[in-house]
């Protein structure tokens, strides 16, 4: 199996983030303009947005987020020709792909699990696993095209 290269993992990992942040701004511009009382009105309220408007974003985008990547798999990895790939060899399964998105959703909710995923990835030099690959038994590696 071919090892994924760390900056084309990196570069997946960036343009997915990219584009997941993209997509948040859009629903909380969408958001806001469902909510606002009218063209002419400016009525900003910091607790409003903080406490109302950017948690429903988050929450609408992941649902949105999670529905691209079970239809179409993460943009990043597609863009970089990469794919979640069994250990031993062979495609994932289904409930391995969620069971990896899941434990990496819980894991990187804190910044302390990000940088302690992240470092999961740069300590393990042969096959650059995350937690979330450990616990899936999967790997990233190159996309074969047919």
Do not use: C
Not at 67 to 84: A, Y
Not at 103 to 128: P, Q, S
């Amino acid at each position: 199996m071919d090892r994924v290269i760390p900056l084309r993992r990196f570069v997946s990992w960036l343009i997915d983030r990219l584009l997941f942040l993209a997509a948040a701004i859009v629903v909380v511009w969408v958001i806001q303009k469902l909510g606002s009382p009218g063209p002419d009105a400016i009525d900003f309220d910091v607790y409003d947005f903080l406490a109302i408007q950017v948690p429903l974003a988050l929450l609408v985008t992941y649902i949105l987020w999670f529905g691209i990547i079970i239809k179409f798999g993460p943009p990043g990895r597609r863009l970089t020709g990469t794919d979640v790939k069994r250990r031993r060899g062979g495609n994932a399964s289904w409930w391995m792909k969620g069971l990896r998105a899941g434990v990496k959703f819980l894991l990187h909710l804190t910044l302390i699990g990000f940088f302690v995923d992240a470092f999961f990835i740069l300590k393990d030099r042969n096959e650059r696993r995350s937690i979330p690959d450990r616990v899936a038994g999967t790997v990233i590696a190159r996309r074969r095209w047919r």
